[in-house]
């Protein structure tokens, strides 16, 4: 079974920028969707990113034009620049397949303070 690790989370003002990174332990993002997800305290998980195989992108409209999606499949790496950041982005982050599968990792907290 695959495993997920993510890291990059933290603490940042409003207007600041983080850099998320996902390893998998094996050659998950090759061939299907994948996403980054995020809960926000009492929310439930919500997809805001992903990329297709073809390497194009989606976006969830609150992070359109912040969040930047992308990824390096020999190094099994999918990562989420998240620029302007706002309170509201404030939740843990995770990264899965699209549609999502059994395989969560732990997440990486994500904090902004205004």
């Known amino acids: 079974q695959v495993q997920l690790v993510e890291s990059g989370g933290g603490s940042a003002q409003a207007g600041g920028s983080l850099t998320l990174s996902c390893v998998a332990s094996?050659?998950?993002?090759?061939?299907?969707?994948v996403g980054w997800y995020r809960q926000r305290p009492g929310k439930e998980r919500q997809l805001v990113a992903r990329?297709?195989?073809?390497?194009?992108?989606m976006y969830e409209e609150s992070v359109e034009d912040r969040f930047i999606i992308s990824r390096d499949i020999g190094e099994k790496v999918v990562y989420l620049q998240m620029n302007n950041l706002r309170p509201e982005d404030t939740a843990v982050y995770y990264c899965?397949?699209?549609?999502?599968?059994?395989?969560w990792g732990q997440g990486t907290q994500v904090t902004v303070s205004s």
């Open positions: 990329i297709f195989v073809t390497g194009g992108t």
């Open positions: 094996e050659d998950f993002f090759r061939l299907q969707t």
């Open positions: 899965n397949s699209v549609p999502y599968s059994s395989n």
